[in-house]
């Protein structure tokens, strides 16, 4: 079975300041890695992956995350947030299967708030 | 382009009757996702189809719940005899292909009375 844990509940962090969020995971198998931004009343938007390859991945919006296997994490950062940036951030992740198809197992996700 | 669709966005029920929600996945995905989010909880996986196989229910919380695909495209997920505890938003994905990135709909929010 796959767990995900995200450490924060609730990161607050001024406008321009940096950000991380933390991920860690447990599986028994080799995995896919995903996060994912919910804003207000919207659904999930995928922010960025981790499939194969280079560890450090980009993706929207100036975010980052880096795959560590040894550490098993996965943790987002932004180098500047902005207040537009103020939303929920869903850790999740898949294994591995030669179908392609598997379940999402998230994390209970971690609500940044940027203040000016 | 279309993405995934969802409808109602907003469904208010009574204790006790049935509802249905929509969800209407992106063109030629062969795989549908229902999760479920609600406070406390977090993201909870209910049921997912894959092509022509038999559906994967191994989420779904009890015997209210059912949901069917049709044509290999839409997907109806029904829940019978509402409960105040399904109150919850309820979201639809949908991938395609070997790497599984699923991409989800805007969520119908469900508030049982």
């Known amino acids: 079975a796959q767990s995900v844990t995200q450490l924060d509940s609730q990161v607050p962090v001024f406008e321009e300041a940096p950000v991380e969020l933390r991920c860690n995971y447990s599986?028994?198998?080799?995995?896919?890695l995903f996060w994912y931004v919910q804003y207000p009343n919207q659904g999930l938007q995928l922010l960025l992956k981790?499939?194969?390859?280079?560890?450090l991945v980009k993706g929207i919006n100036g975010f980052e995350a880096e795959f560590n296997k040894s550490q098993t994490s996965f943790h987002l950062r932004k180098p500047s947030v902005h207040i537009s940036d103020t939303a929920e951030y869903f850790c999740?992740?898949?294994?591995?299967?030669?179908?392609?198809?598997?379940?999402?197992?998230f994390g209970k996700g971690t609500m940044l708030l940027v203040s000016p | 382009g279309a993405g995934v669709s969802q409808s109602p966005s907003n469904k208010v029920t009574e204790k006790g009757k049935d509802v249905e929600l929509r969800c209407d996945p992106i063109s030629g995905h062969t795989a549908l996702y229902w999760y479920r989010q609600s406070l406390g909880q977090g993201l909870e996986f209910l049921i997912y189809?894959?092509?022509?196989?038999?559906?994967?229910k191994s989420g779904l919380p009890s015997d209210r719940f059912s949901a069917e695909r049709t044509g290999g495209s839409v997907s109806t997920l029904t829940i019978q005899r509402t409960q105040q505890e399904d109150s919850a938003v309820y979201l639809c994905?949908?991938?395609?292909?070997?790497?599984?990135?699923?991409?989800f709909g805007a969520g119908t929010r469900l508030s049982v009375l």
């Open positions: 981790y499939l194969s390859g280079s560890t």
């Open positions: 999740a992740v898949s294994d591995r299967k030669n179908s392609g198809y598997s379940t999402l197992t």
């Open positions: 599986s028994s198998v080799s995995v896919y």
């Open positions: 189809f894959q092509g022509n196989s038999a559906p994967d």
């Open positions: 994905a949908s991938s395609l292909g070997q790497i599984n990135i699923q991409y």
